[in-house]
């Protein structure tokens, strides 16, 4: 069994403008403190991202646009001396009712399948109220994390509690 990270993506590791979607990197914005975040926490555990993106499925962008998206900012981390084990993403709107969209726990479901996680040794960092609803169905500690260097304020925590 391994312990993990889930991390949100929108809001904890990139800026979050209200109303609007990060549909290109070009729009894409670490927030600052996160990539070194990221590094800290993958050395001591496997790091997710968990992921609504409903730009797909309204319309506002494809999956490769995402995968553009995602294979940049993966090397920004990776050049900041981080690792992502793997990104989970839902395409689907809201009113799609999919089992796959947080706070639904099919991305975590699927993650469970492919790894062996200790969901009690485990977190998952949300920038919402509404994220810890997942966390605490999944067995997982929760850390609200929003805005410049709420990451890095999380992984100290993180790590400081898993020692």
Same mark, same amino acid.
């Given at each position: 069994?391994?312990?993990?990270? *889930?991390?949100?993506?929108?809001?904890?590791?990139?800026?979050?403008?209200?109303?609007?979607?990060?549909?290109?990197?070009?729009?894409f914005e670490f927030l600052p403190g996160?990539?070194?975040?990221?590094?800290?926490?993958?050395?001591?555990?496997?790091? *997710?991202?968990i992921s609504n993106q409903s730009a797909?499925?309204? $319309?506002?962008?494809? @999956?490769?646009?995402? @995968?553009?998206?995602?294979?940049?900012?993966?090397?920004?981390?990776?050049?900041?001396?981080?690792?992502?084990?793997?990104?989970?993403?839902?395409?689907?709107?809201?009113?799609?009712?999919?089992?796959?969209?947080?706070?639904?726990? $099919?991305?975590?479901?699927?993650?469970?399948?492919?790894?062996?996680?200790?969901?009690?040794?485990?977190?998952?960092?949300?920038? *919402? @109220?509404?994220?810890?609803?997942?966390? @605490?169905?999944?067995?997982?500690?929760?850390?609200?994390? %929003?805005?410049? $260097?709420?990451?890095?304020?999380?992984?100290?925590?993180?790590?400081?509690?898993? %020692?």
């Amino acid at each position: 069994m391994v312990r993990a990270v *889930f991390l949100d993506r929108d809001g904890v590791i990139n800026r979050l403008r209200k109303g609007a979607y990060v549909t290109s990197w070009s729009l894409f914005e670490f927030l600052p403190g996160a990539k070194e975040a990221i590094a800290s926490l993958s050395a001591e555990y496997l790091v *997710f991202i968990i992921s609504n993106q409903s730009a797909i499925n309204r $319309g506002l962008m494809t @999956e490769s646009a995402l @995968e553009v998206i995602h294979n940049n900012m993966l090397c920004e981390i990776e050049e900041a001396g981080g690792r992502i084990e793997k990104i989970y993403y839902c395409p689907h709107r809201p009113d799609e009712r999919c089992h796959c969209r947080k706070p639904e726990t $099919g991305l975590f479901d699927r993650a469970s399948q492919e790894y062996e996680i200790d969901y009690s040794d485990s977190w998952f960092v949300g920038d *919402f @109220e509404s994220d810890r609803e997942v966390a @605490e169905r999944m067995g997982l500690r929760f850390i609200l994390a %929003q805005g410049d $260097g709420g990451l890095k304020k999380a992984a100290e925590k993180i790590l400081a509690d898993g %020692q």
